[in-house]
């Protein structure tokens, strides 16, 4: 079973352009991550946020995180042909030892 | 260290036959996961070792999946009896603590 769900499931941009996905879960979590996944490739971490943490910022990407919604955001700012990629959410459940992988938003930017 | 290591990239194989797939971790990491993930969906969890222990192994696995690490480096996933419904790529991937994990390419299993 997914725990988390993006929004939306498939976003096309102009390069230059920001993406915005977010991210919805269910259950109390420790730490919220971002991953990428280039097409038939594995995923690559992007950005680990914590639990008490409300924004985190790596280089072009930006991700918040809101507990009280149990949703969080990625922001790619400035995107690039090169950032067409799917991004999937994931989450590491209180208490457990899994973390949750979503279904992921598929990002197509334009040249 | 170049990473996460998994054989064979490819595998096709026969309904009925068993197969066996390898991870090697980076070696200073003592977290391995193992996950599917079919085309179009997220990562589906399946196990995950801590060192040698196997700590948690998902409900959706039935008897024919079995994982092993032994002594806490590679670890084999071993498929008895393949079904149809096998077919999907398997990932592994290691940490050294919670979160940040670093995925393998995957072994994309076709059973025919």
């Known amino acids: 079973s997914q725990q988390g769900e993006e929004d939306p499931q498939a976003l096309s941009i102009q390069e230059g352009e920001n993406a915005t996905m977010n991210c919805s879960y269910k259950?109390?979590?420790?730490?919220l991550q971002w991953y990428r996944q280039n097409s038939g490739r594995g995923l690559v971490h992007l950005i680990l946020i914590r639990s008490n943490e409300r924004e985190k910022h790596s280089g072009r990407l930006r991700v918040t995180l809101d507990t009280s919604k149990k949703s969080s955001s990625l922001l790619i700012t400035a995107s690039r042909a090169a950032d067409t990629a799917s991004y999937f959410c994931?989450?590491?459940?209180?208490?457990?030892?899994?973390?949750?992988f979503g279904a992921g938003t598929r990002l197509f930017v334009k040249a | 260290d170049t990473g996460v290591s998994q054989n064979p990239r490819h595998k096709i194989t026969k309904r009925g036959q068993n197969v066996t797939f390898r991870c090697d971790p980076i070696?200073?990491?003592?977290?391995l996961y193992w996950y599917r993930q079919t085309l179009g969906q997220g990562p589906e969890f399946l196990t995950y070792?801590?060192?040698?222990?196997?700590?948690?192994k998902s409900r959706l696995l039935s008897d024919r999946f079995s994982a092993e690490r032994p002594k806490g480096s590679f670890s084999t996933l071993e498929i008895q009896r393949t079904e149809q419904g096998d077919s999907a790529m398997y990932l592994c991937?290691?940490?050294?603590?919670?979160?940040?994990?670093?995925f393998g390419s995957g072994t994309r299993l076709t059973v025919v």
């Open positions: 994931a989450t590491d459940e209180t208490g457990g030892f899994k973390t949750i």
């Open positions: 070696s200073e990491h003592n977290r």
């Open positions: 991937a290691s940490s050294p603590d919670r979160g940040g994990y670093t």
């Open positions: 070792f801590q060192n040698e222990a196997q700590l948690e």
């Open positions: 259950t109390s979590i420790n730490n």
